[in-house]
């Protein structure tokens, strides 16, 4: 690989270096060795739900709703036994809740007739099920099932951006980035990270610049130069 002006010449379709790549997930490794979903949920179905409903939703909100659901009805058969209306009571506080509960509605017969009531383990069988998409299957696949899998939200969308991690002008660009350029190491928890720096880090409308642990790796232009990056402990 050439070396230019001190600086080993980046990948190509990423504005960030291997090397560079590497230290930035250690960074947030040291700071958040065991990262995981804000989402709250004790089973694969519990967290197949969840997800459902935090689309254009805040994960605080979800888990106001499920915390008085999950009691009720946490079981596909359960929350068909409450119906649609009986459903909508509990998440009538998340938004587009009418589709969300004819949705989960429709996963939960499909669990029942398909899966014998188990959430699938296979991005196909996800997939199949009514309200998931690519996304909530990749945060499936990775936070209940272990597979390094990486959902690409709005939140890693800017991240990967600005950063120059994975820049990309569509979510399965940047996942498809992602995933091939993501040490294997890092892999599985990428996903956290990411997301978690989005959201109380590299926020869409005040960045936190200053206090950025990667704020000297990433090559967004208009980040604040008032500080240096942020000493790991």
Not at 108 to 118: K, S, T
Request: net charge positive; charged share 25%; aromatic share 6%.
């Amino acid at each position: 690989m050439t070396v230019v002006a001190g600086r080993r010449r980046p990948l190509r379709g990423s504005r960030l270096t291997r090397e560079e790549i590497a230290d930035l997930f250690a960074r947030l490794r040291a700071l958040n060795p065991k990262p995981t979903t804000e989402l709250e949920y004790a089973s694969p179905f519990e967290l197949l739900v969840a997800v459902i409903l935090s689309a254009q939703a805040t994960d605080v909100g979800v888990n106001k709703a499920t915390r008085k659901l999950f009691p009720r009805a946490n079981t596909p058969a359960a929350i068909l036994a409450l119906g649609e209306d009986g459903l909508k009571r509990y998440i009538a506080t998340i938004g587009l809740f009418n589709a969300k509960a004819a949705n989960v509605i429709a996963m939960c017969r499909l669990l029942l007739d398909a899966h014998g009531g188990e959430v699938p383990r296979t991005r196909a069988g996800l997939e199949a099920l009514p309200g998931v998409g690519r996304k909530t299957a990749n945060v499936v696949l990775n936070t209940a099932f272990g597979e390094p899998a990486i959902a690409v939200d709005t939140h890693i969308f800017r991240v990967s951006n600005r950063t120059g991690l994975a820049p990309g002008t569509n979510v399965r660009i940047v996942e498809d980035k992602l995933v091939k350029l993501v040490p294997a190491e890092f892999r599985l928890d990428a996903h956290h990270w990411l997301i978690l720096h989005g959201r109380y880090t590299c926020t869409a409308r005040k960045p936190q610049c200053p206090r950025c642990p990667v704020r000297d790796l990433c090559r967004w232009p208009d980040k604040a130069a008032s500080a240096g990056p942020v000493l790991l402990p």
